[in-house]
């Protein structure tokens, strides 16, 4: 409709004029934090940069693994047999509206099994769809398709993987003597959070093919983004010796592919299931050794998939680096404080869905903020007499919302894809409008029952 693309022009210019590189927006978040945490704190300099340079090793692990993540489903990605499933899938679209849709529902939808899948199903698809679409009648903008992928993250917080409302439900949490053990069925399986979690689903899946532009303003996908060589047969040689021969048989890849799903078969009987990142790295890796040709040609597939990987080396620890000072420094807990001072019994959960998105914008993990801001907005729960639920759903509403605005987890998706975050951003700030309305009023609604 014509409505919602001219409701999305003015997101998309300010976006395309004002907004930096991923890379200069972090910095940028960077020197605002540290000039705040000096205000707004009794930091002196040399502890809050002690703060941050600590704090820039704090996501290491977590790097690692987002890292091996997305080498290992940029790998399984193409492989033969996966690139045959995507191009079936990336046929379905018969119209511009239902290419969209389909990226937006499966990426919400994968989001909601868990944040890691959201990302990377949703990027693929983007990619696979855009390919396809090149050979139909009509165009799709593949910055909205992209941006389209990225929107169903707006709904992972709802989901089996959320941080906050997994927190709290595991027994012996540091807040357990304050709420004991909260179990899931009063958080993400709640009937109000699974009614706001498919309304959103709805309205993402209905608004972003609605901001499409005109076919002749439509950018497709970039033919040189699509050409690879990853099927390409080797090259036999005359004389192939027993050491290449070994190298090139499928056989040990597959060992190796059933030798990680028989531990991961071992670790579920021991344990239980957990859909942890080490969990979804391990899938990714034992798929990917599974359907490649060889040992070698999966290290191929491995050497092309580890250039995408440079902006998340590169930007994370800076992000993690903001995480340190805001939490060492005592920041995030001025903002929260001054945030609850003005709240109701009736409010707290709004005001803890302002502040996550807030916060959000600069400590963008959902488990690393609910580390630092959990605790005080359960001590603002109890001394308001306010369900623990509601601010644990709205600290995590805020911080899945406000991740329209912010790159960080934008980045593996725009590696993937190919595109810059100032062609995608401009889209979801429209999906940041309509998500505020909706888990604004659903948290309002928890606050006032």
Same mark, same amino acid.
């Given at each position: 409709?014509?409505?919602?693309?001219?409701?999305?022009?003015?997101?998309?210019?300010?976006?395309?004029?004002?907004?930096?590189?991923?890379?200069?927006?972090?910095?940028?978040?960077?020197?605002?934090?540290?000039?705040?945490?000096?205000?707004?704190?009794?930091?002196?300099?040399?502890?809050?940069?002690?703060?941050?340079?600590?704090?820039?090793?704090?996501?290491?692990?977590?790097?690692?693994?987002?890292?091996?993540?997305?080498?290992?489903?940029?790998?399984?990605?193409?492989?033969?047999?996966?690139?045959?499933?995507?191009?079936?899938?990336?046929?379905?679209?018969?119209?511009?509206?239902?290419?969209?849709?389909?990226?937006?529902?499966?990426?919400?939808?994968?989001?909601?099994?868990?944040?890691?899948?959201?990302?990377?199903?949703?990027?693929?698809?983007?990619?696979?769809?855009?390919?396809?679409?090149?050979?139909?009648?009509?165009?799709?903008?593949?910055?909205?398709?992209?941006?389209?992928?990225?929107?169903?993250?707006?709904?992972?917080?709802?989901?089996?993987?959320?941080?906050?409302?997994?927190?709290?439900?595991?027994?012996?949490?540091?807040?357990?003597?304050? @709420?004991?053990? /909260?179990?899931? =069925?009063?958080?993400?399986?709640?009937? #109000?959070?699974?009614?706001?979690?498919? %309304? !959103?689903?709805?309205?993402?899946?209905?608004?972003?093919?609605?901001?499409?532009?005109?076919?002749?303003?439509?950018?497709?996908?970039?033919?040189?983004?699509?050409?690879?060589?990853?099927?390409?047969?080797?090259?036999?040689?005359?004389?192939?010796?027993?050491?290449?021969?070994?190298?090139?048989?499928?056989?040990?890849?597959?060992?190796?592919?059933?030798?990680?799903?028989?531990?991961?078969?071992?670790?579920?009987?021991?344990?239980?299931?957990?859909?942890?990142?080490?969990?979804?790295?391990?899938?990714?890796?034992?798929?990917?050794?599974?359907?490649?040709?060889?040992?070698?040609?999966?290290?191929?597939?491995?050497?092309?998939?580890?250039?995408?990987?440079?902006?998340?080396?590169?930007?994370?620890?800076?992000?993690?680096? @903001?995480?340190? /000072?805001?939490? =060492?420094?005592?920041?995030?807990?001025? #903002?929260?404080?001054?945030?609850?001072? %003005? !709240?109701?019994?009736?409010?707290?959960?709004?005001?803890?869905?302002?502040?996550?998105?807030?916060?959000?914008?600069?400590?963008?993990?959902?488990?690393?903020?609910?580390?630092?801001?959990?605790?005080?907005?359960?001590?603002?729960?109890?001394?308001?007499?306010?369900?623990?639920?509601?601010?644990?759903?709205?600290?995590?509403?805020?911080?899945?919302?406000?991740?329209?605005?912010?790159?960080?987890?934008?980045?593996?998706?725009?590696?993937?894809?190919?595109?810059?975050?100032?062609?995608?951003?401009?889209?979801?700030?429209?999906?940041?409008?309509?998500?505020?309305?909706?888990?604004?009023?659903?948290?309002?609604?928890?606050?006032?029952?």
């Amino acid at each position: 409709m014509k409505i919602f693309q001219i409701l999305a022009r003015p997101f998309i210019a300010f976006v395309e004029r004002y907004y930096p590189d991923a890379f200069i927006f972090v910095i940028i978040l960077s020197v605002i934090t540290f000039i705040s945490a000096l205000i707004l704190t009794e930091a002196s300099v040399s502890s809050a940069l002690l703060a941050w340079g600590d704090g820039l090793s704090m996501l290491f692990t977590f790097t690692a693994q987002i890292t091996i993540i997305m080498i290992g489903a940029h790998s399984l990605a193409h492989t033969a047999s996966v690139q045959n499933f995507l191009t079936r899938i990336g046929q379905l679209p018969n119209t511009a509206y239902q290419a969209y849709s389909l990226v937006a529902f499966t990426a919400g939808v994968a989001s909601l099994c868990a944040w890691s899948f959201g990302l990377i199903i949703g990027a693929i698809m983007a990619r696979s769809v855009a390919k396809e679409c090149l050979k139909k009648p009509f165009k799709i903008h593949y910055p909205l398709l992209v941006a389209s992928a990225y929107s169903g993250y707006v709904i992972w917080h709802m989901g089996y993987s959320s941080s906050s409302a997994l927190f709290v439900a595991t027994p012996g949490h540091l807040l357990e003597n304050k @709420i004991g053990v /909260l179990p899931v =069925t009063e958080t993400i399986l709640s009937p #109000i959070n699974i009614v706001l979690a498919l %309304i !959103a689903l709805a309205t993402i899946t209905i608004v972003c093919p609605l901001m499409r532009p005109k076919n002749e303003d439509a950018i497709e996908i970039d033919p040189t983004l699509l050409t690879d060589d990853h099927q390409k047969p080797v090259e036999k040689k005359d004389k192939v010796t027993l050491v290449e021969k070994f190298e090139n048989h499928r056989s040990l890849s597959i060992f190796l592919a059933i030798a990680i799903f028989t531990y991961i078969a071992v670790t579920y009987t021991q344990k239980g299931f957990s859909l942890t990142l080490d969990f979804v790295s391990w899938t990714f890796l034992a798929f990917g050794l599974l359907l490649a040709n060889s040992p070698m040609h999966y290290i191929k597939l491995v050497n092309n998939a580890a250039g995408t990987v440079g902006p998340i080396i590169l930007q994370y620890p800076f992000y993690s680096g @903001i995480m340190g /000072l805001m939490a =060492t420094t005592g920041l995030m807990k001025v #903002i929260s404080d001054w945030i609850i001072s %003005i !709240a109701t019994p009736e409010t707290l959960g709004f005001f803890a869905f302002l502040s996550g998105g807030f916060i959000n914008m600069f400590v963008p993990s959902g488990g690393g903020q609910w580390a630092v801001q959990g605790p005080i907005m359960i001590e603002a729960a109890l001394s308001l007499n306010v369900a623990p639920e509601v601010v644990v759903l709205g600290v995590a509403y805020g911080d899945q919302w406000s991740n329209m605005i912010q790159p960080f987890w934008l980045i593996p998706i725009l590696a993937i894809t190919g595109l810059r975050m100032r062609q995608v951003l401009g889209y979801t700030f429209v999906i940041f409008l309509f998500t505020g309305l909706i888990y604004g009023s659903g948290i309002l609604y928890m606050g006032a029952g």
